[in-house]
Nanobody, 121 residues
Framework: QVQLVESGGGLVQPGGSLRLSCVAS????????MGWYRQALGKQRELVAT???????NYADSVKGRFTISRDNAKNTVYLQMNSLIPEDTAVYYC???????????????WGQGTQVTVSS
């Protein structure tokens, strides 16, 4: 079994910052790409940022220059530092990781349960 658990969400004023964390645990042989996605009320889930196992990053245009994704491979953890938050960033943020389980040769995508981020004054 594999589990992803996010933390760090909450209520923040416009212009503020939050740091999200996502820890993967379980029968993990290897983790490839990890990423953050978000889903605002009434909208489709969208990509926020991804990072490969080698550290190559990719960002949605809407968060470039404000958000930073990073990972600690030794801790099976991915982070999302969010600065200069705006109300449009309000959403449930989900972590996703491509994970190869012990005894398997191919990876599958696993999702966390989501953490709410609300940007409001």
């Amino acid at each position: 079994q594999v589990q992803l658990v996010e933390s760090g969400g909450g209520l923040v004023q416009p212009g503020g910052s939050l740091r999200l964390s996502c820890v993967a645990s379980g029968s993990i042989a290897r983790i490839y790409a990890m990423g953050w996605y978000r889903q605002a009320l009434g909208k489709q889930r969208e990509l926020v940022a991804t990072i490969t196992s080698g550290g190559t990053t990719n960002y949605a245009d809407s968060v470039k220059g404000r958000f930073t994704i990073s990972r600690d491979n030794a801790k099976n953890t991915v982070y999302l530092q969010m600065n200069s938050l705006i109300p449009e960033d309000t959403a449930v943020y989900y972590c996703k990781a491509e994970i190869v389980r012990w005894g398997y040769y191919r990876g599958n995508d696993y999702w966390g349960q989501g953490t709410q981020v609300t940007v409001s004054s």
